[in-house]
Nanobody, 126 residues
Framework: QVQLVESGGGLVQAGGSLRLSCAYS????????MGWFRQSPGKERDFVAA????????WYGGFVKGRFTISRDNAGNILYLQMNNLSPEDTAVYSC???????????????????WGQGTQVTVSS
């Protein structure tokens, strides 16, 4: 029902910025929220940010510390993640995800999200 395609990843130097995009197609599915997660080799998937579908409330992982901003372009059906002041520790595959079930659970947990994109690699060099 929901298709997600990320883009915008790449190689950037420490202190630089990237903007990730996630083009979504909902096909009239009920949408509850969308989020970004990241995963590095050998590590668990970490919550980065989420935005509610109604009201556009936002939440961020503790490590973000004001550096990232999640937003959504309703007209263009695109979810964004603006990332500033990147560090090598931000190197990971970043994936967008969608929640369609209002009872699915916490926005902070990957298991709450039913739909995932394929991911986009972000590499930050020192």
């Amino acid at each position: 029902q929901v298709q997600l395609v990320e883009s915008g990843g790449g190689l950037v130097q420490a202190g630089g910025s990237l903007r990730l995009s996630c083009a979504y197609s909902t096909r009239s599915a009920h949408m509850e929220a969308m989020g970004w997660f990241r995963q590095s080799p050998g590590k668990e998937r970490d919550f980065v940010a989420a935005i509610s579908w109604r009201g556009s409330n936002t939440w961020y992982g503790g490590f973000v510390k004001g550096r990232f901003t999640i937003s959504r372009d309703n007209a263009g059906n695109i979810l964004y993640l603006q990332m500033n002041n990147l560090s090598p520790e931000d190197t990971a595959v970043y994936s967008c995800a969608a929640i369609t079930d209002p009872h699915s659970g916490s926005y902070f947990l990957p298991n709450s999200y039913a739909y995932w994109g394929q991911g986009t690699q972000v590499t930050v060099s020192s």
